[in-house]
């Protein structure tokens, strides 16, 4: 079996191996000569030697810095650059390589001697590389990871809320499954006169979405969409009817739609006796479905009201007399043809009439 430097591994092998050294015609690169390293304890690297990449000299004058020439544990060369000062200083070493050589580097420097070069390699080295987790020997032994290793770990995991306190607290809230409190509260810690309406949206993509608006100015609720009662048993869109004149009780009264479209009302409390009102298509409304003639019109006292093209208007019927004080004003009566007139009384009392614009 052959190795890389085969000539120069034999006693005091570590003089030579892994040796940085100027060019045979000085440039700013380094060579490094053939070698091998164990790492890790178990892993053995053999180098065949290279060249390192160009180093490049500081350009402040009266400066200079210290480079540090490197190997991983995949034979390959790095330089590690300092920070150019007038004091330098030696870099921080990465945990992913092993130093061979410290180079000086001056303003100006155009090629690199062996009194630039200072010796960086232990004489028995065994460099531990970063790998990664799941290679590290022992890393499931009992205790191989305290947790006082990391950093603030600990305070950091006892200022975490525990799993049964979070699980108290999810308890109360509502999700999908609904919520366990006997009420919800929208718009939660409101105080003073409330100002802004507030909304129960649901989104319907590409459609209008649906929204339930309290209407804060207005008081009431307000439907964006239709409002449908499914349930035509137990669906009811009621209100409160108080009839303590004569001495009853409450009633409720519940608004309902026959599959003709008859419109009526029904006292929850008495199901059986519903009263619509109807309308055959001939433009007369009925006040009871059991009564054909029931007509609304023939219900109307001819004494104080009168149909007139379609619509119900109030007579006005006096039982003492009535004074106009206002000379301005007085009793308007419309002509045949439309035209306005309001009459008035001269000082003999001649009633004459002038027309309205």
Not at 125 to 139: A, C, D, M, Q, T
Not at 151 to 180: A, C, F, Q, Y
Not at 218 to 247: M, P
Not at 331 to 350: A, H, M, Q, Y
Request: hydrophobic fraction near 40%; charged fraction near 20%.
């Amino acid at each position: 079996m052959t190795f890389f430097g085969e000539d120069i591994k034999k006693l005091g092998a570590h003089y030579n191996t892994l040796r940085v050294l100027p060019q045979f015609s000085p440039n700013m690169t380094v060579k490094v000569t053939a070698g091998s390293f164990w790492y890790n304890y178990k892993t053995f690297v053999d180098f065949p030697g290279a060249t390192t990449s160009t180093i490049v000299a500081p350009t402040t004058q009266g400066t200079a810095k210290i480079v540090i020439v490197a190997i991983n544990k995949a034979a390959l060369l790095s330089i590690i650059d300092g920070v150019a000062s007038t004091n330098p200083k030696i870099p921080e070493l990465l945990s992913s390589v092993m130093p061979l050589a410290f180079v000086l580097v001056k303003y100006g420097q155009t090629f690199i001697t062996d009194e630039s070069i200072f010796d960086a390699r232990a004489i028995f080295h065994n460099p531990s590389f970063v790998v990664p987790h799941n290679l590290i020997e022992g890393r499931d032994v009992n205790n191989a990871h305290p947790i006082n290793s990391i950093t603030n770990l600990r305070s950091e995991l006892d200022e975490k809320v525990s799993i049964s306190l979070l699980d108290s607290h999810l308890n109360t809230k509502s999700d999908v499954n609904g919520t366990p409190a006997k009420s919800f509260t929208i718009n939660k810690n409101s105080v003073g006169v409330p100002l802004d309406d507030v909304f129960i949206n649901v989104e319907r993509g590409s459609l209008t979405d649906a929204t339930i608006q309290w209407d804060e100015t207005n008081d009431r609720w307000v439907f964006n969409e239709d409002l449908a009662i499914k349930d035509n048993s137990t669906g009811r869109l009621t209100g409160v009817l108080l009839q303590d004149y004569l001495g009853e009780s409450e009633n409720i009264y519940r608004l309902i739609v026959k599959q003709t479209g008859e419109i009526g009302v029904i006292n929850v409390n008495d199901e059986l006796n519903p009263i619509f009102m109807q309308s055959n298509g001939d433009g007369k409304v009925k006040l009871d479905s059991a009564d054909s003639a029931d007509y609304l019109e023939s219900k109307l006292d001819t004494n104080t009201l009168e149909k007139v093209s379609g619509k119900i208007k109030v007579k006005t019927v006096f039982s003492s007399d009535l004074e106009i004080s206002d000379l301005n004003k007085g009793v308007i009566l419309k002509s045949p043809d439309g035209s306005r007139f309001r009459l008035s009384v001269e000082n003999d009392g001649t009633i004459t009439s002038s027309k309205l614009s």
